[in-house]
């Protein structure tokens, strides 16, 4: 059974994957994992690979959701990603972008932040 909080970040996981289809995105993958690290969606638009952290809170109290993909998480999801388009030999752009949703009641707010972070990768 899920907690609440696992549950809330699964009620923004959809939300996250339904504006992103809305805004013409192609979503390949939900929750893809590559060892210990996970990747909320993979999408893709256009000719770029879209790799979206999803994070979700009742509120922006503490700061606004996007604030908590800390540069660790930003590192794993990286990695995850080199792993994603290795295995899948793709060779296009990509970014990484991270949806920030704030859910009070049955009141939500979606923010999207388009190459939020970059991989020094090359």
Known sequence: ??????QQGLEGEILARNYLL????????????YKKYEIDIIAKKDETMVFVEVK??????????????TKQKQSFLIIAANKYIIE????????????AVIQF??????KHLEAAFYSLVK
């Open 1 to 6: 059974m899920k907690n609440n909080s696992q």
């Open 22 to 33: 809305k805004s013409g995105y192609e979503v390949l993958e939900l929750n893809w994992r």
């Open 56 to 69: 979700t809170r009742k509120s922006n109290t503490f700061g606004e959701p996007e604030l908590f993909v």
């Open 88 to 99: 899948n030999n793709i060779d296009l752009e990509s970014r990484f972008d991270i949806i």
């Open 105 to 110: 009641n049955n009141n939500y707010t979606v």
